[in-house]
């Protein structure tokens, strides 16, 4: 492949629609880079999660893909946008299924090449009762509270106002 009109410094596919980063997460020394993909064509459709991975975050080596829709799943029209955190020892990405929109999980040994997806996905199903929401996606999980619990952030859409959870355990 001719590289020449690539950029140098900037991550991007070797072929097909790139969107949004997702799960910029240091392990073991390595950099990893998840990020919104179709595989499959040029434009958006069919959303999976592409993945790279780093020594320097200037030189990329293309992996396989993290994430693609389970059939007959919670994320079967897509995985969109969400983050990655270390839980317990464990690679772990965080995640929205879509149609309805919903939170889930999967895990990784320590390579990060291999994931699985939680057998209780979606592990939320859906934003608090009571609320006018207009979306309810894009986790995430930020630092460990003294309780041991992840504090949780989504992106609501509540009549042009955003809205953010509170800690809850993974």
């Known amino acids: 492949m001719e590289l020449r009109h690539r950029p140098?410094?900037?991550?991007?596919?070797?072929?097909?629609?790139?969107?949004?980063?997702?799960?910029?997460?240091?392990?073991?020394?390595v950099y990893h880079l998840f990020y919104q993909h179709h595989p499959h064509g040029p434009g958006w459709a069919d959303m999976h999660w592409g993945h790279a991975t780093?020594?320097?975050?200037?030189?990329?080596?293309?992996?396989?893909?993290a994430l693609a829709p389970t059939p007959g799943g919670p994320d079967k029209d897509g995985v969109f946008t969400g983050c990655a955190v270390i839980h317990?020892?464990?690679?772990?990405?965080?995640?929205t299924g879509v149609r309805p929109e919903v939170q889930c999980?999967?895990?990784?040994?320590?390579?990060?090449?291999?994931?699985?997806?939680?057998?209780?996905?979606?592990?939320?199903?859906?934003?608090?009762?009571?609320?006018?929401?207009?979306?309810?996606?894009?986790?995430?999980?930020?630092?460990r509270t003294m309780a041991g619990t992840w504090s949780w952030g989504r992106a609501c859409a509540a009549r042009a106002a955003?809205?953010?959870?509170?800690?809850?355990?993974?």
């Open 8 to 29: 140098l410094y900037h991550f991007m596919p070797l072929a097909n629609w790139m969107n949004d980063p997702n799960g910029l997460i240091q392990w073991k020394g």
């Open 54 to 65: 780093s020594r320097d975050l200037v030189h990329w080596v293309h992996q396989p893909i």
């Open 88 to 95: 317990e020892g464990t690679p772990t990405l965080v995640y």
């Open 105 to 143: 999980l999967a895990t990784s040994d320590d390579e990060m090449i291999v994931w699985h997806k939680s057998p209780h996905n979606p592990v939320i199903a859906g934003p608090p009762a009571g609320l006018d929401l207009t979306g309810f996606r894009d986790p995430y999980v930020g630092a």
């Open 162 to 170: 955003w809205c953010s959870s509170i800690a809850r355990p993974i």
